[in-house]
Every structure is written in C-alpha cells, then in structure tokens.
C-alpha cells in the first residue's frame, strides 16, 4: 500500500495554520485529505485542573500520540495536512523519527510578531503572551520545503501555493536534512 502525503504546517499560535489547513481542504483535488490538529487532540483531554507535574506529562503523552496518529494515517495511505507547534526541540525530533520524511513537504507558516500579537489580542482564545513565547522557538530549525508569510498573503493564497508546489517537491524533502543532520543514527529503511 502506498503511504499517504503529509502536508505539515508549523508555526506559532495564530499564525494561521487552521486557516490555511481548511483551505487545503477545500482546494486539493488529487485525493482525501484529513486536517489534523494538535489542538483538537488536546481539547480530547479531560478537563478536569492536574497539577503542573502532572499537566506537563499529559501534555507530552498527548503530542507524541498526536505523531504517531499522523504516522498511523500516513502509513494506510491517507493524505494529511497537519496543525503543529513545534516550540520544544524535541517535538521536531519526535516527528523525524515516527514520519517518513520523503511522505512530508514541511512548510513553515510566518507572522511578524506584531500582527501574531494583535490576532491573539482578537482572538481572546488564548493565553496573553503565548504567540510571543514561541516566536523564536517554533522555527529554531531553520529548515522548510517552503514557507509562508500570513500577513503579506491570505490563508487562500498560502493554500494555493503550497497547492502549486506539491508536484515540485524537493528531493532531499527538509524532513530528509533535518533528520540526518539530528539523528544521523535513524537512516530510514
């Protein structure tokens, strides 16, 4: 069975990930695509208060639960556009060993940190502060087939885009580079 294509969107809270994710949905016609976010994942959780110790291992369960569905999807050969905060290093490294990375365009989605401010300001859904926290994080990598920039392109614009770019993928993918630049052991067979 061939494995499906993964479409993986990084970027900082309100950068515009969902956005462009329902876009892909709407626009990519060579097959079904399922969105899949790392918040709807989390919003599985139950609500009841943990403490902090506690909050932190659901929280790291429940990511690396959310790479391996991606995997487990990818691999019976559906098609996916993943919503993902890479803002721990080891988040990226977790991804690069459970993805085969010749499956994943990794495409970075961008925001000055002014506009990422003023939306989560709007928004009013999340945490003050949180956009800015992971600013400098989530792209620490520096390694994208492709990037966006969401406050010089609409989330259509960003989908078409990508959409344009998928039949020209580069070959090594930066999946492929960055696993072999941070885990030269786990060469995939």
């Not at 790392?38 to 369960?61: C, G, I, N, Q, Y």
């Amino acid at each position: 069975m061939e494995s499906g294509q993964i479409i993986f969107l990084n970027g900082t809270s309100s950068s515009g990930k969902s956005s462009i994710a329902r876009e892909l949905l709407d626009i990519l016609d060579d097959g079904v695509y399922f969105h899949l976010a790392v918040d709807s994942f989390s919003a599985m959780r139950t609500a009841r208060a943990l403490d902090p110790e506690d909050l932190d291992a659901a929280l790291r369960r429940t990511r690396m639960g959310f790479h391996r569905s991606i995997a487990a999807m990818a691999e019976v050969g559906n098609n996916i556009v993943v919503d993902h905060v890479l803002s721990e290093p080891w988040r990226l490294l977790d991804c690069l060993m459970v993805l085969r990375p010749e499956d994943v365009l990794f495409v970075g989605v961008r925001c000055p940190l002014d506009e990422l401010v003023r939306r989560e300001l709007a928004r009013g859904d999340r945490p003050t502060g949180l956009a800015e926290y992971q600013y400098d994080l989530v792209h620490g990598h520096e390694d994208y087939d492709l990037e966006c920039d969401t406050s010089t392109a609409t989330p259509r614009e960003c989908a078409e885009r990508i959409k344009t770019f998928l039949p020209n993928r580069p070959t090594p993918t930066a999946f492929t580079r960055l696993r072999e630049r941070h885990l030269p052991s786990q060469r995939h067979t």
